[in-house]
């Protein structure tokens, strides 16, 4: 599997089990000019290996029990949220006013989809509320395109000017992630080893009996707790409920969850008492919002030593802009993807929000590793993982497939429809059609124990 062992090994893994995986080939799944399909099914494929180990060592299995993926699981995962149906309803991904703007010397692209970043783009353009499109493409229109990004970052909204490979390269930011490994890895305590119970294998569920504190928005962070959910963990989802969620999207990333709102300052306790019996905590805030309420991740692993956590963010936690709000669809406007995949006459975009998902896989796959050392060794532990990391990877490291691969003794499939990989379910939603999970690995879960259930409904505590 092209370049697995990269990605195997940059989550500190035995070099010697990616001979574990397996891949049905598709043509047709992610195609782009950049390497997208060999990415999506690297990232899915070490969070199969690394749940696949965590499961044998629980079930007491001196093998690790093989993974095979499949490129149309893998393409229709990646786009999951362009599959899902409530009641024969198609979601709504982006908001009118998230999309690339013409500017005087170039081009940016905005992400307005929560009401308070749109007001936030109209203010910093000196807007009133109710503008239409036409009133703002023909403002940007008359000024650079670094200036609107500096101005609405300013203002606390989201615009990234387009910039290509080579210019991100020479940029300050893109200079310091280039230097991150793809996943950071730290040790914050001395705790004893953790005790996770056995577990029977039918089906093998790696992280029955864990409990994940979820806190993350969007889509990879998202994409990483609905996954450690398939694999059996108790994934309680957590937000501020003055910061409500758009309903598709959390229909989407809101499989095998519970979903509870808190408020962080008037309800400490009831977040305390969480924490206190928690294994995993993921946060997916920018770098910094979380620290006023003592949610670092010293903080944390002081309070409830032997707890991993796992952070995510768009930039970094380093660099000028450490601190900023990011998107997967800025993330590949600033980086040089949408230069590459676009034309001189118009910008592109991934065939997936595939830094998302990409990125999503990875911290799974990080939190399922750190698991497992912890079953010998011990300690707290941080993962840190951001999508401009893996925007660098997809740009300078992942190889492309070629006839000469490892994969080109085995027959080559067409994907020229999702259909295979979709299934249906009632819900307190409705009636969902849905992208089965693309985690694979033999004796393994299918599907989510539970539907996605509505925003905020459930109690702030564990099941």
């Not at 005790?195 to 962070?221: E, F």
């Not at 450690?228 to 910061?243: K, M, T």
């Not at 006839?403 to 249906?424: H, K, N, Q």
Request: aromatic letters at 6%; proline letters at 7%; glycine letters at 10%.
């Amino acid at each position: 599997m092209t370049d697995i062992t990269f990605a195997w090994s940059a989550l500190g893994g035995d070099p010697a089990l990616p001979s574990r995986v397996s891949t049905v080939a598709r043509d047709g799944a992610l195609d782009a000019r950049l390497p997208v399909r060999e990415l999506a099914r690297i990232c899915v494929g070490v969070c199969s290996l690394a749940a696949a180990e965590l499961g044998a060592r629980r079930a007491g299995r001196a093998d690790v029990p093989e993974v095979r993926l499949d490129d149309g699981a893998v393409a229709t995962a990646f786009v999951s949220e362009r599959h899902l149906l409530i009641d024969g309803r198609a979601p709504v991904n982006f908001a009118p006013l998230s999309r690339f703007w013409h500017t005087a010397d170039g081009w940016v692209r905005t992400h307005a989809n929560y009401p308070h970043h749109r007001a936030r783009l109209l203010d910093a353009l000196g807007l009133p509320a109710d503008s239409s499109v036409e009133t703002v493409a023909a403002v940007l229109a008359e000024r650079p395109a670094e200036d609107v990004e500096n101005a609405v970052y300013a203002a606390g909204g989201l615009a990234v000017a387009l910039r290509t490979a080579k210019e991100w390269t020479a940029h300050e930011q893109g200079a310091a992630v280039a230097g991150r490994p793809l996943v950071e890895h730290e040790r914050l305590d001395t705790g004893h080893a953790r005790v996770l119970a056995p577990i029977g294998d039918d089906p093998l569920l790696p992280a029955a009996g864990v409990r994940v504190l979820d806190l993350t928005r969007v889509i990879a962070g998202p994409v990483a707790t609905r996954t450690l959910a398939l694999l059996g963990a108790d994934v309680l989802r957590v937000d501020a409920p003055q910061l409500p969620e758009l309903p598709d999207q959390h229909a989407d990333t809101g499989f095998g969850k519970r979903s509870a709102t808190l408020d962080l300052g008037a309800d400490r306790r009831a977040f305390e008492e969480l924490l206190a019996t928690a294994d995993v905590v993921i946060t997916g805030y920018r770098p910094g919002a979380l620290d006023r309420f003592g949610l670092s991740p010293e903080a944390l692993i002081e309070r409830r030593p032997g707890l991993v956590v796992a952070q995510l963010s768009a930039w970094g936690a380093y660099g000028p802009w450490g601190g900023r709000r990011g998107f997967d669809s800025l993330v590949q406007v600033a980086t040089g993807i949408a230069a590459i995949e676009g034309s001189p006459e118009q910008p592109g975009a991934l065939p997936a929000q595939a830094l998302d998902h990409g990125t999503g896989y990875l911290t799974a796959a990080a939190v399922l590793r750190a698991l497992t050392e912890q079953l010998e060794q011990g300690h707290g532990r941080v993962v840190r993982l951001a999508l401009a990391r893996t925007a660098h990877w997809l740009l300078n490291g992942v190889e492309r497939e070629s006839a000469e691969g490892d994969l080109s003794s085995l027959p080559r499939l067409p994907y020229d429809r999702p259909e295979p990989w979709l299934a249906e379910t009632d819900s307190a939603l409705g009636r969902l059609r849905y992208a089965l999970p693309p985690v694979s690995f033999e004796g393994g879960p299918v599907d989510w124990a539970r539907p996605p259930g509505r925003w905020g409904a459930d109690s702030a505590r564990w099941a």
